[in-house]
């Protein structure tokens, strides 16, 4: 999607690192998330805010950490705490109002060297 | 909370046959159910939608429906090509929620 962008697209961390990825959006939507893929499974929620300055744990908000001091952004922080880091991370938006679609970026591919 | 089930997990068939995905939900609370399609290294981009006020929705050779009584909605995919070889995902939604839940993914192969 055009409107949202995720950097970088690939990512290495050494182990015992932290490391944060980039989401930001243009399509001014209120709600903003992160969810993890792992190969052959489906999306896992890991963060999520529907609003600037407030932001709620999804289900595996373990090991990872957030921010949404603007409207247009929402960065992902993978502490060194997250254990099993290697995935597919993908922030997707919505408008907020009610019973809207969510709109995807085309995610960062996070490996452990 | 939500507990969404999506059937099969792959799904092969030959080019201009039907395809169909099902999905089961657990809180008769949900009242939005979208569809994504998710191409490789891409994100899921929404193909078709249906809310909990209508049974049935088409759009060319995409169509959804829904059962609110069984808690359960259907993709149908009529004509396949292979471009529509892809992983298509559900998703539940209850409008008091902020989140979605979605299912595990189903892998559509298209054979020419």
């Known amino acids: 999607d055009g409107g949202i962008t995720q950097s970088p697209k690939y990512l290495f961390r050494k182990e015992g690192q932290n490391v944060t990825l980039s989401c930001e959006q243009n399509?001014?939507?209120?709600?903003m998330y992160w969810y993890r893929q792992d190969p052959g499974q489906g999306l896992r929620l890991i963060y999520y805010s529907q609003i600037v300055n407030d932001f709620q744990k999804g289900d595996i908000a373990e090991g990872y950490s957030v921010s949404r001091e603007k409207k247009e952004s929402f960065p992902l922080t993978v502490t060194s705490a997250q254990k099993n880091p290697t995935a597919f991370y993908l922030c997707?938006?919505?408008?907020?109002?009610?019973?809207?679609?969510?709109?995807f970026g085309d995610g960062t591919r996070l490996s452990i060297l | 909370g939500e507990n969404v089930e999506q059937h099969p997990s792959t799904l092969s068939v030959q080019e201009g046959d039907s395809a169909v995905i099902k999905c089961t939900y657990s809180?008769?609370?949900?009242?939005?159910f979208p569809w994504y399609k998710q191409e490789l290294g891409k994100g899921p981009q929404l193909i078709i939608d249906?809310?909990?006020?209508?049974g049935e929705k088409k759009d060319q050779r995409i169509a959804v429906t829904l059962n609110k009584t069984a808690k359960h909605f259907s993709l149908h995919i009529t004509e396949t090509q292979p471009e529509d070889s892809a992983v298509y995902f559900c998703a539940a939604k209850n409008t008091n929620a902020g989140k979605s839940t979605f299912g595990d993914g189903t892998t559509l192969t298209v054979k020419p």
């Open positions: 399509l001014n939507h209120d709600a």
């Open positions: 249906i809310r909990s006020n209508v």
């Open positions: 997707a938006t919505s408008s907020g109002t009610l019973n809207q679609p969510q709109h």
């Open positions: 809180d008769s609370a949900s009242n939005y």
